[in-house]
């Protein structure tokens, strides 16, 4: 019978060259979609994430060129709007920009190019592979995700009576999976910055975001000065720790529903995803010399940047203003979207519009 650790099925499911969710069959959007995400809920998103943008570039002095790199862009409707929205405020830095697109899916890559296309840029975008990333030379500007990180890979980890064990998955005879518990399949999963077994409780599960650690690393790496915008939905140590989180957050979505077990779902039909563990994505940026210049969760970063000054615009339809309403809603994305802006190589004592003096406790 085949074992593997629970990140490597879940890299096979929604990164296989052939059947992964991803790279074949991702489905985003409302329309025929199995999830939605915030861009493509309204494009006054976009709009305030390119406020932090100027502001960003106003910080670096305007340097030619920007370089925006999107992880994950999806469809393509993130970098598209921002792209619109920075020649409508900023026409100065649309000219200097050059978007850079970090992604694994030839299907997605294709309509990103779709959504891209028209735009009259000066610099025409660039897609940059895993693979290619580590040749890349750093450069200055920012590096932006949304509903990026969830989707990385993650090992699985189950507190016992007698400490730690991981949970793999194994396929039975009649070719189904199962889980099964089994000692950890690297003993750093329990070391370093990755996770500190005694905070929880006996039986708890969680999950280890390894992959987000080398991930953000190796984008630390092209960073030379700039910032890093992540925004996602996650936890902050506190969450992690609840009750609510004694099975960990792991979950699949197909047409807009939650799947619980994705483990009897076909291969890659299912997008799985866990919330972002913020404590660490902190923990590993601080530990490569970043500074954590704002955390904050998404209802307080959109009010802080403006978007309610849109809610009250008689220009949007009544179902325009219900979507904003759902990306501040704190029963909705307001709430369970988190937002974590971090510098590299930028002087302290910013003060950024879109983060309050006292930052949401990680």
């Not at 450069?139 to 969830?150: H, S």
């Not at 989180?245 to 799947?259: A, C, F, N």
């Not at 940047?305 to 339809?317: A, K, P, V």
């Not at 029963?331 to 950024?352: D, E």
Request: charged share 20%.
């Amino acid at each position: 019978m085949q074992r593997m650790t629970f990140r490597d099925f879940m890299e096979r499911s929604l990164s296989d060259q052939r059947n992964g969710y991803y790279t074949r069959n991702a489905r985003i959007g409302f329309a025929s979609g199995d999830f939605y995400t915030a861009p493509e809920l309204s494009p006054v998103f976009a709009l305030m994430i390119s406020r932090q943008i100027a502001e960003a570039d106003t910080i670096l002095n305007h340097p030619s060129p920007f370089y925006l790199m999107e992880a994950g862009p999806g469809n393509g409707t993130l970098m598209r709007d921002i792209l619109v929205s920075l020649r409508l405020l900023t026409p100065g830095l649309f000219q200097r920009i050059q978007p850079l697109l970090y992604e694994i899916s030839p299907v997605l890559s294709a309509r990103q190019k779709e959504a891209l296309s028209g735009l009259s840029l000066s610099r025409e975008p660039v897609w940059v592979t895993p693979e290619q990333l580590s040749g890349m030379m750093p450069f200055t500007g920012m590096i932006l995700g949304n509903e990026f990180l969830d989707a990385l890979p993650v090992h699985r980890l189950k507190k016992i009576e007698s400490g730690v064990q991981e949970i793999y998955v194994e396929q039975t005879q009649d070719g189904n999976w199962t889980e099964i518990s089994a000692p950890l399949s690297d003993s750093s999963l329990v070391q370093g910055i990755y996770t500190r077994p005694s905070e929880y409780p006996e039986s708890f599960e969680w999950e280890v975001q390894a992959d987000l650690c080398r991930v953000v690393g190796e984008m630390v790496q092209v960073l030379e000065r700039g910032f890093m915008l992540w925004v996602d939905y996650g936890d902050t140590a506190a969450d992690r720790q609840s009750a609510k989180r004694s099975k960990g957050s792991l979950l699949g979505y197909r047409r807009h529903t939650v799947v619980e077990d994705v483990l009897k779902a076909p291969a890659g039909t299912v997008d799985i995803t866990v919330h972002v563990d913020f404590p660490l994505l902190a923990r590993q940026a601080l530990s490569l010399g970043m500074r954590l210049e704002g955390f904050s969760d998404q209802m307080h970063y959109l009010t802080a940047m403006g978007i309610e000054e849109y809610l009250s615009d008689g220009q949007f339809s009544e179902a325009e203003r219900a979507a904003m309403v759902t990306l501040i809603h704190p029963l909705r994305m307001g709430g369970a979207f988190k937002v974590m802006l971090l510098s590299k190589g930028i002087g302290s004592g910013l003060r950024w519009k879109g983060f309050p003096r006292s930052p949401l406790p990680l």
